[in-house]
């Protein structure tokens, strides 16, 4: 049986709010609508972990932090760890990468036999979280609220000089599979930073959300005091004492954000338009690492379980999936076992490795009785948070807060929390239950705290003395590119034409 072709799009900090089926109606993204009218559409998706390196290292190996040891952007991503790169390249694929995946350590690979960028973000151990020191805010590294009163136009960023890189390389890429020179099947995953801030958009893209209804969110800052722990701790960890926020600043920010999806689109347009016009066939899936509070209730960015910051856009396209809406809760750990499944592959080879469940099942019409699962030990926290979202209900679970019950069929904005409500006392009893079979908070949060203490100490001795960067480096061949005297001209001018000549 011939394997199928894969083409991972993959998008950084979309909240998923705004795909409930495909891109909201609002949102000025035609192609990603075109993908959705034929795709499995996932609407209620998790990230394993609302933060870029968690959430990435659990999307590429279907494995929770807890089973990682990737829990905060400077972890690193061990190489005896199985991704789907690895079992689709041990099946007989060539895996690429094109863009970003925050791997941390000295493998920048994981699986991928071609990488055609660097990443856009540092590969080492220098953005450490030290629960050491609570309340320590690392200000070179830490977000804060810049981002939101620095919103407005550009014409270029360093995240859009990066991003146009990373469809530049996936377009140049897929030409160059058309060509055939390669017959193994491929699995493709472009990868972009945008629309994770700074919030930052081209004119062209800004001025389509001049009179957008949606430039303000629907929860409008509570104020620090009536924040529940761990929100408070985010606001502390992005400075808002330092920054006066307008709404004015909010308006701007949402809009540049909106913005930035449109230019997305642009982008996964161009790609899907080569695909199209090489006749390449290919299953395609789109899926963020995690969202953006964009605002709501007066947070930003993500780091908490929060369905703007946890939820993601998951779509595939395949030709044995149906085009339909699945209001199931999954998880992005699901899509290793998935592409595994899709492409062939014996699934006992991948089930040993993974926390996920192969979606295909559901996207015909089975169900789901595994709570989807979440974990958070990054900034602004000071002990790991869990959470689980099974059926309607969202539990959550810190040694140092007050547990968090929410419905979100009745309250879809989780400004209740009914974990002290003695009418659901029995649903909070056995979903802590079934957060602690799952979850020994106390021995997680003491690898969390090794791990930290052990980076430390690495991170500044290999600071002493010559530096050796374990930033990825792209590989250039100048001299096996265009036309070289070693070549034939008749075979070059042939061989890189796609149809070929008569």
Excluded at 278 to 295: C, K, N, P, W, Y
Excluded at 308 to 315: D, F, K, T
Excluded at 448 to 466: D, F, K, M, P, T
Aim: aromatic share 12%.
């Amino acid at each position: 049986m011939t394997k199928p072709n894969i083409l991972i799009l993959m998008v950084d900090q979309l909240n998923g709010t705004l795909f409930p089926d495909g891109p909201a109606d609002w949102l000025h993204a035609p192609n990603l609508r075109k993908l959705a009218d034929r795709s499995t559409r996932f609407a209620n998706a998790y990230t394993a972990s609302p933060l870029c390196a968690p959430g990435r290292a659990s999307f590429m190996s279907g494995q929770l932090p807890s089973r990682t040891g990737v829990y905060d952007n400077a972890a690193e991503f061990r190489s005896d760890i199985p991704t789907y790169a690895h079992h689709l390249r041990r099946a007989g694929y060539y895996t690429c990468l094109s863009g970003k995946m925050h791997f941390v350590g000295p493998d920048q690979m994981h699986g991928f036999e071609d990488r055609l960028t660097t990443d856009i973000y540092p590969a080492d151990f220098g953005w450490t979280p030290d629960y050491r020191k609570p309340g320590e805010r690392i200000d070179w590294w830490y977000h804060n609220m810049g981002s939101v009163t620095g919103a407005g136009v550009a014409e270029i960023s360093n995240q859009m000089e990066y991003d146009d890189e990373v469809a530049y390389n996936a377009k140049a890429k897929l030409y160059d599979l058309a060509r055939g020179k390669d017959h193994r099947p491929w699995c493709l995953t472009v990868s972009f930073t945008h629309p994770h801030d700074p919030y930052v958009a081209r004119r062209k893209y800004w001025d389509l959300y001049e009179d957008c209804e949606y430039l303000l969110p629907k929860v409008p800052d509570l104020g620090y005091e009536n924040q529940d722990p761990h929100s408070k701790r985010i606001f502390d960890a992005n400075d808002w004492r330092s920054f006066d926020i307008t709404e004015e600043d909010i308006r701007k920010s949402r809009r540049a954000y909106f913005a930035n999806i449109s230019y997305l689109d642009d982008k996964i347009g161009e790609i899907l338009e080569v695909l199209e016009t090489t006749r390449q066939e290919a299953i395609i899936l789109f899926v963020s690492d995690h969202g953006d509070m964009l605002g709501e209730r007066g947070l930003w960015f993500k780091m908490n379980f929060f369905e703007g910051s946890a939820r993601v856009p998951l779509m595939i396209s395949a030709p044995n999936l149906p085009a339909t809406r699945i209001d199931a809760p999954v998880s992005t750990i699901d899509v290793t076992p998935t592409l595994g499944a899709l492409a062939g592959v014996d699934m006992a080879e991948i089930a040993p490795w993974t926390d996920g469940e192969d979606l295909v099942p559901l996207a015909k019409g089975g169900e789901r009785s595994a709570p989807v699962r979440m974990e958070y030990a990054a900034e602004a926290s000071y002990a790991p948070l869990v959470s689980l979202r099974y059926g309607k209900w969202k539990y959550t679970r810190c040694a140092l807060d007050p547990d968090q019950l929410f419905n979100l069929e009745t309250d879809p904005q989780e400004l209740h929390n009914l974990a002290e409500s003695p009418e659901h006392a029995g649903t909070l009893q056995t979903l802590r239950a079934k957060s602690q079979a799952y979850w020994n908070l106390d021995d997680l949060d003491a690898d969390i705290r090794a791990s930290q203490a052990r980076r430390w100490v690495v991170y500044e001795a290999l600071r002493q003395g010559g530096y050796y960067p374990w930033d990825y480096q792209p590989l250039q061949k100048a001299s096996e590119r265009y036309m070289r005297n070693h070549m034939d001209l008749n075979t070059v001018e042939e061989s890189q034409r796609y149809p070929r000549g008569e």
